[in-house]
Nanobody, 124 residues
C-alpha cells in the first residue's frame, strides 16, 4: 500500500525559507518520477516541481514565482523527496503534497492516493 508522508511546513515570514520532505513507502520509489504540488484555499491543486527517478532531470512550474526560488531533490536510499523553498512570499501559502508521476509534466499522477500534505503559511 503506497503512502506519502509530507512534513516540514510551518509559519514563516516573507523572505524566509523552509525545506519540505516527503517520505514514500509501498511504492517503487527509486523507479518513479516524483513531484510536489500545492493547493491554496479556493484554488485547484497545481504542480510546483517534478524530478526524474535518478534525480538528473527536473521541471519547475511555468511560473516566475517558483523558478529560482524553489529546488527539488531526492534521496533514493531514504525514499524521500525534498523541496527547498527560499525567499518565500505570501502567495506561496498553501498545502503542499507529493506524489509519483508518469512524467515530469506532472499532469498524471501514478497513484490516486494523496497524503495529508503539509501546510505552509507565509506572513507578510
Amino acid at each position: 500500500q503506497v503512502q506519502f508522508v509530507e512534513s516540514g511546513g510551518g509559519l514563516v515570514q516573507a523572505g524566509g525559507s523552509l525545506r519540505l520532505s516527503c517520505a514514500a513507502s509501498g511504492s517503487t520509489f527509486s523507479r518513479d518520477a516524483m513531484a510536489w504540488y500545492r493547493q491554496a484555499p479556493g484554488k485547484q491543486r497545481e504542480l510546483v516541481a517534478a524530478i526524474s527517478s535518478s534525480g538528473a532531470w527536473k521541471n519547475y512550474a511555468d511560473s516566475d514565482s517558483v523558478k529560482g526560488r524553489f529546488s527539488i531533490s531526492r534521496d533514493n536510499a531514504k525514499r524521500t523527496v525534498y523541496l527547498q523553498m527560499n525567499s518565500l512570499k505570501p502567495e506561496d501559502t498553501a498545502v503542499y503534497y507529493c506524489n509519483a508521476v508518469t512524467d515530469l509534466s506532472g499532469r498524471v499522477q501514478k497513484y490516486d492516493y494523496w497524503g495529508q500534505g503539509t501546510q505552509v503559511t507565509v506572513s507578510s
